[in-house]
C-alpha cells in the first residue's frame, strides 16, 4: 500500500528566509507526486506534480521540489519566503495505474514569523 | 473558473439525523471524491466514484454512503450522524488521464459539526 510521510508538523520561517518542507513516499513503482497548499478555512490547492521526467519540477508561487527516486523524497522549497505562504501543505502520492487514488500526508504547517 | 462547489460551508447537526453533503462539479469530470480532514489526521478518503452510478470505498467507508446521479454530482450521506463525525469534508473531482491523477481539484469544505 502507498503511504506519505511529513515527518514536520509544524515549521516557522522568517520572511524572506529559504524554505524546505520534507516528503517520504512509499510506493513499489514509480509513483505520481503532488504536492498542494491550504490557506485557512480554503480547500487545496495543487502547487505542482511529478509524473516522470525531469526530477526538478517547478510549481505555482514560486515553489518547486525535487524528486528523489534513492530517498523516496519529494521535497518542496522556495527561495524567499513571503507572509502569504503561511498555509498547510500537504504532499500526495498516487500510483500509475489508470484508476487509482491519491494518498495525503498528514501535513505541515507553515508559520512565517516577520 | 473551473469549480468544485460544495453546498455548505458550515453545518450543525443534531447525533441521529440523516445528513446530506452536495458537491457539484462543473469541469466534466469523470472521478469525483470525498474526503474527510482532522487535525493531526490529514485527508482520509471516505468514498469516490468513477463514473455515474458507480460507488467505491475508500480508507473510512463506515457510517457514509455516497449517490451520484449525475455526472456532475456527488453526494455524501451520513445515515444517522454521530459526533464522531464531527469534521470537514472535502469533495474533489479530477479528469481521467494521465493515470487518472491530472491533478485533483478540491471544494471549500464543509464543516460539519454532530452535537
Known amino acids: 500500500a502507498q503511504s506519505v510521510t511529513q515527518p514536520d508538523i509544524h515549521i516557522t520561517v522568517s520572511e524572506g528566509a529559504s524554505l524546505e518542507l520534507r516528503c517520504n513516499y512509499s510506493y513499489g513503482a514509480t509513483p505520481y507526486l503532488f504536492w498542494y497548499v491550504q490557506s485557512p478555512g480554503q480547500g487545496l490547492q495543487l502547487l505542482l506534480k511529478y509524473f516522470s521526467g525531469d526530477t526538478l519540477v517547478q510549481g505555482i508561487k514560486g515553489f518547486e521540489a525535487e524528486f528523489k527516486r534513492s530517498q523516496s523524497s519529494f521535497n518542496l522549497r522556495k527561495p524567499s519566503v513571503h507572509w502569504s505562504d503561511a498555509a498547510e501543505y500537504f504532499c500526495a502520492v498516487g500510483a500509475e495505474s489508470g484508476y487509482s487514488t491519491l494518498t495525503f500526508g498528514k501535513g505541515t504547517m507553515l508559520l512565517v514569523s516577520p | 473558473d473551473v469549480k468544485v462547489t460544495q453546498s455548505s460551508r458550515y453545518l450543525v447537526k443534531r447525533t441521529g439525523e440523516k445528513v446530506f453533503l452536495e458537491c457539484v462539479q462543473d469541469?466534466?469530470?469523470?472521478?469525483m471524491f470525498w474526503y474527510r480532514q482532522d487535525p493531526g489526521l490529514g485527508l482520509r478518503l471516505i468514498y469516490f466514484s468513477y463514473d455515474v452510478k458507480m460507488k467505491e470505498k475508500g480508507d473510512i467507508p463506515e457510517g457514509y454512503s455516497v449517490s451520484r446521479e449525475k455526472k456532475e454530482r456527488f453526494s455524501l450521506i451520513l445515515e444517522s450522524a454521530s459526533t464522531n463525525q464531527t469534521s470537514m469534508y472535502l469533495c474533489a473531482s479530477s479528469p481521467v488521464g494521465t493515470g487518472g491523477l491530472g491533478g485533483y481539484t478540491f471544494g471549500s469544505g464543509t464543516r460539519l459539526t454532530v452535537v
Open positions: 469541469m466534466d469530470h469523470e472521478n
